[in-house]
């Protein structure tokens, strides 16, 4: 699978916009979390250790901040995780019990490429997305679709229209609106 690709990063953006989001640890998975508190708060799904959801912030932060690629994050990353038994080597299931009888479910590495990507995605999103609201000569934005095989059909629908930067259109269509 190729590498994720954002032409000149680092920029200020979204660095600035990942650095600002604070920790938030979920006990029941990430559907709980609010969606306003999702774009302001870093969690990670059933990770509900602290030090391990700071592991990850910091290799993310490290990723934006130097233009990493996906195969040196996960390397670093698994590394750390493997020490304190959150990563579940290829061929070993994901879910341990603990000996307090409770269900840890490790990450994977398709997990920590979700991280990777969905982070990356959001922070190059929102950074650019700030960039264009501050130029005077962007006025009109144009939809584009990857147009791949995955491409679901309602986003091949929109591929190429074009609607004033303050349509409504954008509230939900913005990217990124769709992983993987």
């Keep these: 699978m190729p590498e994720v690709k954002y032409g ?6 979204a660095i ?20 306003q ?16 959801l700071v592991d990850i912030r910091d290799a993310v932060d490290k990723a934006i901040s130097s233009g990493q690629s996906l195969g040196e994050f996960k390397k670093e990353l698994r590394e750390i995780l493997e020490t304190k038994g959150w990563f579940a080597p290829k061929g ?21 490429e979700t991280i990777y990507r969905s982070n990356l995605q959001t922070a190059y999103s929102v950074g650019r997305h700030k960039q264009m609201m501050d130029s005077v000569t962007r006025e009109y934005w144009q939809y584009h679709a990857i147009m791949d095989a995955a491409t679901r059909p309602d986003h091949a629908a929109q591929n190429g229209k ?5 349509d409504p259109f954008w509230d939900t269509w913005y990217p990124p609106n769709g992983f993987n």
Aim: hydrophobic share 45%; net charge positive; no cysteine.
């Design 92 to 112: 070993e299931r994901a879910e341990v019990l603990m000996p307090d009888g409770t269900v840890r479910k490790r990450l994977s590495g398709w997990r920590l």
């Design 162 to 166: 074009v609607y004033h930067r303050d």
């Design 37 to 52: 508190a999702e774009v302001r708060a870093f969690t990670v799904a059933r990770v509900t250790a602290m030090d391990v």
């Design 8 to 13: 000149n990063l680092p920029f200020a953006e």
């Design 16 to 35: 600035e916009f990942f650095r600002k989001k604070g920790l938030r640890i979920s006990e029941a998975g990430w559907r709980d979390v609010i969606k």
